[in-house]
């Protein structure tokens, strides 16, 4: 049973059925989903979620489709672990991490692939297609092998070589595209219209691609016995997920499965492409479109569809959107790595390391419970971080060549 009502604008408010649409004729806003939070209420209980699936299914109420079917590759339920350890080193009090490396594909991508492929199929698209930063392709290619899709992804060409591989081994048409993630999502809205029956994820469809993101604030709370953080930090590429977390504990306000406490947002960026952390910074509502340079490129986007909203977020809830250098980044990998034994792609160095920052300048408080978003595997970019990652020492092999070098050891 679905709770959908209608389609929104987020600009002007105009109403639209649900169907394949995604910004709104009358300002070209874009389109959001609403639902009958009141039916919702009286319909979903903390008992009734618990009897669901262990997937993002299991709020079903609160997403834009019918069923899953074979699009339910087992997203979502990922740990959300106490980091005292980290906490430690970070000078914070009570911290928990949402790993969402465990995911399917290694990233929270599936979160609203999942979500995104239910819907497309309902609305009868034929093919899976998107313009992606790499993660996305590969939780599209994923799910349209095991749905028996055709899937067209898109990517730009100077990607990482796990993320090519582990999009193409899936065996859809895989295209890479000389030039930036912004010049491939160009392109993609071109093709829209040349091919009507292919589902582009996060353009055509992007209206229901985007509610996937609410699962990550709704099992946060559900893990957190039904209560909601005091502050979630959350990395920002499009500012979509950033966007959708703050939505979703709302909807979770909304329909009574949570009380309704402050919840302070905060972003994090790299400084290689950095519009929304500089728009916060500079105290502006204009957000400069950038060319990326740097080692996240999952989270490479020059010109941020839901930035302003990200910003606007964060801004009204009184979080901050920092950003860190490459090395920092290196860092922030490790130092998850080695306090918490969870390895994270580039994508969560920036959230750890602009965690770091946030928590040395007091915006993110030792009187906190903070959860922060880890949203992707290390092994998808090694690449960066290789350099560092050596043997301790290498040795023949006797024990004496053993007891010396190991004796060097602190
Ligand atoms: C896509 C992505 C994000 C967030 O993307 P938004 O476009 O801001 O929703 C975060 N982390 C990783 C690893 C991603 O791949
Ligand atoms: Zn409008």
């Known amino acids: 049973m679905t709770f959908v009502e209608a389609l929104r604008c987020r600009e002007c408010g105009k109403t639209y059925p649900v169907a394949a649409l995604h910004v709104c004729d009358h300002c070209f806003g874009p389109l959001e989903v609403t639902y009958d939070y009141d039916a919702i209420r009286a319909n979903v209980t903390r008992e009734s979620i618990a009897e669901g699936p262990q997937t993002i299914w299991r709020y079903s109420a609160l997403l834009p489709a019918e069923s899953p079917g074979a699009i339910d590759m087992g997203a979502g339920c990922t740990p959300l672990v106490r980091a005292d350890r980290l906490a430690a080193e970070l000078g ?220 606007d977020e964060v801004r009204k809830s009184g979080g901050a959107i920092g950003s860190v250098s490459d090395d920092e980044i290196r860092d922030g990998i490790g130092l998850l790595a080695r306090t918490e034994g969870i390895f994270a792609e580039t994508a969560g160095g920036v959230t750890i390391a602009t965690l770091k920052k946030l928590a040395a300048s007091g915006v993110v408080r030792r009187d906190e419970r903070v959860v922060a978003m880890i949203t992707g595997h290390g092994l998808k970019t090694l690449d960066a971080v290789t350099e560092r990652l050596n043997p301790t020492f290498t040795i023949p092999p006797t024990r004496a060549a053993f007891e010396a070098a190991y004796s060097q050891e602190d």
């Open 92 to 311: 914070l009090g009570e911290l928990w991490l949402k790993n969402d490396t465990v995911n399917p594909t290694g990233s929270f991508k599936d979160r609203v692939v999942s979500v995104a492929l239910a819907k497309a199929r309902e609305l009868g698209f034929k093919v899976a297609a998107c313009p992606s930063t790499g993660n996305l392709a590969n939780s599209v290619a994923a799910h349209a092998a095991r749905a028996g899709m055709r899937s067209v992804v898109f990517v730009p060409s100077d990607l990482e070589p796990a993320k090519i591989a582990m999009t193409a081994v899936f065996g859809g048409t895989l295209v890479a595209v000389d030039g930036t993630y912004d010049d491939v999502n160009r392109l993609c809205a071109e093709l829209t219209d040349d091919h009507e029956d292919w589902a582009f994820v996060n353009v055509n469809v992007r209206t229901y691609y985007a509610e996937g993101s609410k699962t990550l604030a709704f099992e946060t709370a559900e893990q957190l016995g039904w209560q909601a953080p005091d502050h979630v930090v959350a990395p920002i590429a499009s500012g979509s997920q950033l966007t959708k977390i703050a939505k979703g504990f709302r909807e979770l306000v909304k329909v009574g499965l949570i009380e309704d406490t402050p919840i302070r947002i905060s972003g994090a960026q790299a400084d290689g492409c950095s519009p929304v952390a500089t728009a916060f910074a500079d105290g502006t509502d204009a957000i400069r479109p950038v060319r990326p340079d740097t080692i996240a490129k999952s989270l490479a986007i020059g010109n941020p569809a839901d930035g302003w909203y990200a910003l």
